[in-house]
């Protein structure tokens, strides 16, 4: 499925009516926050660091988000969408003259390595007619200076009442915008007196700022504006959800990971959250995490921090970055219902624990929530204790277990993005027949691939026993039963799809276990 969103009409497309789920699909990170360049508040999926590099900029010293992203694609992630966010920055200015006037540009991407510049010429316009123009815009890469992206524009008007006013044709650039006061002579060519062909360029006359250090809200934003972690919401689904310290020295305050984590159980993603900068020895970490009320199944930490290897000296390094790729990588390779601690699953050489974790002080960490990272197998260390951050309550110990957790997570939103057809269709049990077959055939596969204790699953659908009252809308009934590799007894839940939603309720006979998903 996917959201496209336009002036308050939201169009979307769901997956066709009665097809196979997916029991393997390569798993999607998302990352927020600062760069150099690129789109405000607009998820881009990358597939490489290059990718990265090329549409936000290369690794910024005032920004973990690029380092973040490094680490991603060198642990063996895949699919990352990365939403970019700003506090106060502004985009680049370049004024054309217009006769004592200007048309004046403004660059849609803030940033200081922002490079758009802009030409004007007069081909093909008749010489009597003096207020068309044709304008060229070009964003250049800022170090090879070669054209990165192009729009040209014939016969614009810079009267505000022609149906070619630069300023309504520009809503349409995904480079720059108009500002007033708009001018009131049509720009001069920057056609070379002496030249026939080709234009000159009018670089910025005033450069893009980077603004200031990420607050909270910045990262949070607005799910009116869709802005900040809600810039993520037309993007069908994610898995794991990471905000990489904000700044030097900085990291999210608990204002923005309790909303990440809301909205991580919205969506059914997982959040990564970093141990904060500073923190040097496990019961630190413990009084951290219990201050400060972290505790959600939706949520996995670690500890401590990485040091280089070769730079013993420098500040440990945040690696959630490369945790998330792990994930990916692991249920690519394995499955989510196994654990990250597994061989081929280690951290790169170039990290070692900033702070040696003994074999008590890592079952406390466990016991806590946190993960410990451990020296591993050819100087790779290994992130043990596969523990999401459920504590302090009986009804969420087995959602404690991280791969019990995610595994969880991927059969609910298999099965809420592959039914959706279902609610437009009419109640009968012919319908609950189809996607009972759907859906046991999904766990089956499951069942194939050893992600159960064993192959006793069981599905069943309800289509119209649950209509409403008033017969506007229904919803519809998916019972699933299973036990997961790692979890001591089944799980059961009750999946309930209609027009207006999905949701996950707990059954008759396990409540106990409803809350995992």
């Known amino acids: 499925m996917s959201d496209a969103v336009d002036r308050g009409i939201t169009v979307t497309e769901i997956a066709a009516m009665g097809e196979p789920i997916d029991a393997a699909h390569e798993s999607t990170a998302a990352f927020v926050g600062r760069a150099l360049r690129g789109p405000l508040n607009t998820p881009v999926l990358v597939h490489t660091f290059g990718g990265f590099r090329r549409r936000f900029g290369d690794v910024w010293s005032r920004s973990s988000l690029g380092p973040a992203v490094r680490q991603f694609f060198e642990h063996g992630g895949k699919n990352l969408y990365v939403v970019r966010v700003a506090n106060d920055a502004r985009g680049a200015m370049i004024c054309l003259p217009a006769s004592g006037s200007a048309l004046v540009l403004r660059t849609l991407e803030p940033g200081s390595t922002e490079c758009v510049r802009a030409a004007v010429d007069y081909d093909g316009i008749d010489l009597d007619n003096d207020a068309l123009f044709n304008l060229t815009l070009q964003r250049v890469d800022p170090v090879s200076r070669l054209v990165i992206e192009q729009e040209m524009y014939r016969k614009l008007s810079y009267l505000e009442e022609a149906d070619s006013f630069v300023a309504d044709a520009l809503l349409t650039s995904s480079l720059v915008r108009v500002e007033k006061p708009y001018p009131s002579h049509r720009p001069e060519s920057t056609t070379p007196g002496n030249a026939r062909h080709g234009s000159a360029y009018v670089d910025?006359?005033?450069?893009?700022?980077?603004?200031?250090?990420?607050?909270?809200?910045?990262?949070?934003?607005?799910?009116?504006?869709?802005?900040?972690?809600?810039?993520?919401?037309?993007?069908?689904?994610?898995?794991?959800?990471?905000?990489?310290?904000?700044?030097?020295?900085?990291?999210?305050?608990?204002?923005?990971?309790?909303?990440?984590?809301?909205?991580?159980?919205?969506?059914?993603?997982?959040?990564?959250?970093?141990?904060?900068?500073?923190?040097?020895?496990?019961?630190?970490?413990?009084?951290?995490?219990?201050?400060?009320?972290?505790?959600?199944?939706?949520?996995?930490?670690?500890?401590?921090?990485?040091?280089?290897?070769?730079?013993?000296d420098a500040q440990p390094r945040a690696i959630g970055g490369a945790i998330a790729g792990l994930l990916c990588k692991l249920d690519r390779n394995y499955g989510p219902w196994h654990h990250l601690d597994r061989h081929g699953l280690g951290l790169s050489r170039e990290f070692v624990p900033a702070v040696p974790v003994g074999e008590e002080d890592?079952?406390?960490?466990?016991?806590?929530?946190?993960?410990?990272?451990?020296?591993?197998?050819?100087?790779?260390?290994?992130?043990?204790?596969?523990?999401?951050?459920?504590?302090?309550?009986?009804?969420?110990?087995?959602?404690?277990?991280?791969?019990?957790?995610?595994?969880?997570?991927?059969?609910?939103?298999?099965?809420?993005?592959?039914?959706?057809?279902?609610?437009?269709?009419?109640?009968?049990?012919?319908?609950?027949?189809?996607?009972?077959?759907?859906?046991?055939?999904?766990?089956?596969?499951?069942?194939?691939?050893?992600?159960?204790?064993?192959?006793?699953?069981?599905?069943?659908?309800?289509?119209?026993?649950?209509?409403?009252?008033?017969?506007?809308?229904?919803?519809?009934?998916?019972?699933?039963?299973?036990?997961?590799c790692g979890c001591s007894k089944p799980i059961s839940l009750s999946l309930h799809q209609s027009v207006e939603g999905f949701r996950v309720a707990s059954t008759a006979f396990a409540p106990v276990n409803g809350d995992c998903a």
């Open 204 to 312: 910025h006359a005033q450069d893009g700022t980077d603004g200031h250090e990420l607050s909270d809200y910045d990262l949070v934003g607005s799910r009116r504006g869709s802005t900040g972690i809600f810039a993520l919401d037309p993007v069908d689904h994610f898995d794991i959800l990471y905000l990489p310290p904000p700044g030097k020295g900085i990291d999210p305050g608990p204002a923005a990971v309790l909303a990440a984590e809301r909205y991580c159980r919205s969506r059914g993603a997982m959040l990564i959250i970093d141990p904060r900068a500073g923190i040097e020895k496990p019961g630190a970490m413990v009084r951290e995490v219990r201050e400060q009320g972290y505790a959600s199944p939706n949520m996995v930490s670690y500890f401590p921090r990485m040091a280089l290897r070769k730079d013993s």
């Open 362 to 484: 890592a079952l406390i960490l466990t016991r806590e929530g946190i993960n410990v990272i451990l020296p591993g197998e050819a100087g790779k260390a290994r992130v043990a204790g596969s523990t999401t951050m459920a504590r302090g309550s009986e009804m969420q110990r087995p959602l404690t277990s991280l791969s019990v957790r995610r595994l969880c997570l991927r059969i609910v939103n298999s099965i809420e993005q592959a039914t959706q057809w279902a609610v437009f269709e009419p109640l009968d049990e012919t319908l609950a027949q189809r996607i009972q077959s759907q859906v046991f055939a999904f766990l089956s596969a499951l069942v194939d691939m050893g992600a159960f204790v064993s192959d006793r699953i069981d599905v069943q659908c309800d289509a119209g026993l649950c209509r409403r009252s008033d017969g506007n809308n229904h919803d519809i009934s998916i019972l699933i039963s299973f036990q997961p």
